[in-house]
């Protein structure tokens, strides 16, 4: 899908064959510390109920692209396969849970702007992208806030601050080109002694500035948490402004933290658009598409998110991280970047 600008998009059908030889485990990119991942000795785990497992057919890697003209009558539902049921038996538990290793959990992003300020303030859905479509998350832009600041809860009625349901928050700066993405913990003012109540960061974005005015693909980076030996994300608890995962990732000091990328579009004469392969599950070009990568190893996609109608986009993701850190980092493609654009 063209990723430089909102016009709709149609399917082309050229086709990319899958690289069959065998890569290290992805698992070892995203650890810090302690042992490498062990390898088990059973060598494929069936996939839990609700999961699909990364590699498709080659029928499935359409490559999408903003070309007008004859691709226009592509049958939709070969575009978009959606993912086999997954069993959510505790939401909270799932949401906060690293996806399980070669497995995609696809789920599918609604706006919703009906009603008085939501064209301004609307709530965003996150769903399974299965029969059942099973709720996830929602999130939603708090009013009285300086900056941008989203709320995320496991209700879909309850998107309070002091309710039980909220799950975490994604706080922007000023310019609206970082952002931060926290648990449901306290913050440090109102910390425990062991500090055991604190707050986690999950996740942070930076968006490039585009100073020069230039249209074009957004850069974007991700930072993260890292795993440790068990596969469970490290505990990012700042103490203050100057130890989080932004001031960390500034300093350069990544003990524990790992550096992700927006896979960069590249650029086709034939449709004059930017073009990632998004194996089908993005229909339509806007510059919120986008792919999330580790620079070790561009072909594992963290995770990727794209528009497949007016208020409707696919959000896949895959282990490391889990719903809330791709819902969050979704979210912040949603909100306004004057400096970006």
Known sequence: AATSSDEEDDSDSSTKPIRSEKKKNPASLFQTGGDPPKEKK????VPPKGAESEEETPETLQKNS????????????????PSPVIEVDNLEEFVLQPAPQGVTIKCR????????????????????????????LAGRKRKKSKTSNYLISIDPTDLSRGGENFI?????N???????????????????????NVRQELSA????????????????????????????????RPRNDNDGL?????????????????????WND????????????????????????????????????????????????????CAVQAFAIALSSFDGKLACE
């Open 168 to 172: 975490g928050k994604l706080r922007s």
């Open 66 to 81: 903003n070309k007008k003209g004859k691709a226009k009558k592509s049958k939709k539902k070969e575009e978009r396969p």
């Open 270 to 321: 034939e449709t004059q658009s930017y073009v990632l392969n998004f194996h089908g599950r993005v229909t339509h070009a806007s510059v919120k598409n986008f792919q999330i990568v580790h620079s070790s190893d561009p072909d594992y996609i963290v995770m990727q998110f794209g528009r497949v109608a007016d208020d409707a986009f696919t959000m896949d993701y895959n282990y490391p991280l």
């Open 205 to 236: 974005v930076v968006y490039e500035t585009n100073v020069l005015g230039f249209k074009g693909p957004r850069k974007m980076t991700v930072i993260i948490p890292g795993m440790n030996a068990d596969c469970e994300r490290v505990p990012i």
């Open 42 to 45: 059973t060598k494929k785990k």
């Open 109 to 136: 992003v609604t706006r919703d702007k009906r009603g008085m300020d939501r064209g301004l303030y609307p709530t965003y859905y996150l769903h399974l992208d299965n029969d059942k479509k099973v709720f996830l």
């Open 174 to 196: 000023l310019m609206g080109t970082r952002f931060t993405v926290f648990d449901n913990g306290a913050n440090p003012d109102r910390a425990n002694a062991d500090w055991s």
């Open 246 to 266: 932004l001031m960390r990732w500034q300093n350069r000091n990544m003990d524990n933290v790992i550096e992700l990328h927006n896979k960069a579009p590249v």
